[in-house]
C-alpha cells in the first residue's frame, strides 16, 4: 500500500480542507498520508479526525520555508512536537512575514494597474492558515485577470518577477536544528526542483546533513531522471533517507496523489527517529 509523504491543504496553499486532502488519499489508494502545509501544523487536528474516520494512516508534518542569500529552501519536518516553544515562535514569525509580503507584492501590482486589493487576497486564505503566493493567484483567477494558478505564475508571481517580494525565513541549519530540538525528522524537500531558482547545492546539504538532516525527498515531479540518480547517490553517500511523494496541492496544481511514493521501510526509519508527535492510527 502506497505512502505519499509530502501533501497541502487549505491550512496554507492547497486547495481542499484538510478532511478532504484526506479522503483524497483514501481514494487514491494510499494506506499513509503526511499533510505537511507551510509553516503551520494548523490542519492537523482535522486531519487526524479524518484519517481515523476514514482508516488511514495520517504522519503530521510542516513545509518550513528557509532561505539562504536569496535562496528558498524547503525542509519537510516529519512528527515534531507542533508546541515546541522555539519552532511555534519560529513559524508565526515566517507566516507574519508572509503576510507583510502578501501586501507589499499586492501594492506593487497595483502600481503597474493590475487590480486587485489586499482583502481580495485575503477572501482567498482560510482563518489562520499560510498565506502565499498562490493565494495572490487565486485572486487574479476570481477576478478574471487569469485563467489558472500557473498562469498567474507564469505572469506575475514567479521568482524573477518583478512582483516578486522575498519573506523572513529562518536559514537551513537553524531550521534543521530547531525540527531536531522538536524531535521532528527534517528531511529535504525538492532540493533539485529548477521550478524556484537554483538546485540546493551539495556543499549545503553536507552542511544541513552535520547539522542533523535526516533525509532527501528524492522522488518528485520536479526532479528529472538525472536529478534523481544525483540525489539518489548523495542521499547513500551522506546516509540519509530518501523519500518520494506528489506535494499535491489540490486542484491547484497538476500532482497527483501517490504520483511518487516512499517505501515502508523508510517511513519506519522516520517513525523510529521521531520524538515529537506520533504517526495518526485508524
Ligand atoms: P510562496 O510560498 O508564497 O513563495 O509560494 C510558493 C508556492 O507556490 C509553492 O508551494 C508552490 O507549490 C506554488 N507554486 C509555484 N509555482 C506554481 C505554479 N506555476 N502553479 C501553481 N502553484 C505554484
Ligand atoms: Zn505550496
Ligand atoms: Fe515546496
Ligand atoms: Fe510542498
New binding site residues.
Partial sequence: MAIDLHT?SSA??GTETPAVVVQRAVEAGLSTVALTD?DTTLGWEEAADAARAHGIRLVRGI?V?CSRRGQ?IHLLAYLPDPKHPALVAELARARDS?DT?LDRMVGKMAEDGIGITVEQVRAEVEEGAT????HI?DALVTAGIVA???E???RF??NDSRYYVS?YAPDPVRAVELVRAAGGVPVIAHAWSD??GRVVDDELVEELADAGLLGLEVHHRDHRPDAVRHLTDLARSLDLLATGSS?Y?GT??LNRLGEHTTAPTVLARIESMASGSVVVEP
Fill in positions: 497541502h496554507s496553499d507551510h513545509e520555508s528558498s508572509r509580503r498565506a502565499g503566493r498562490p493567484a489558472n494558478r500557473d498567474a505564475f507564469g508571481l514567479g519573506h521550478t524556484r506535494d496541492h491547484g496544481k
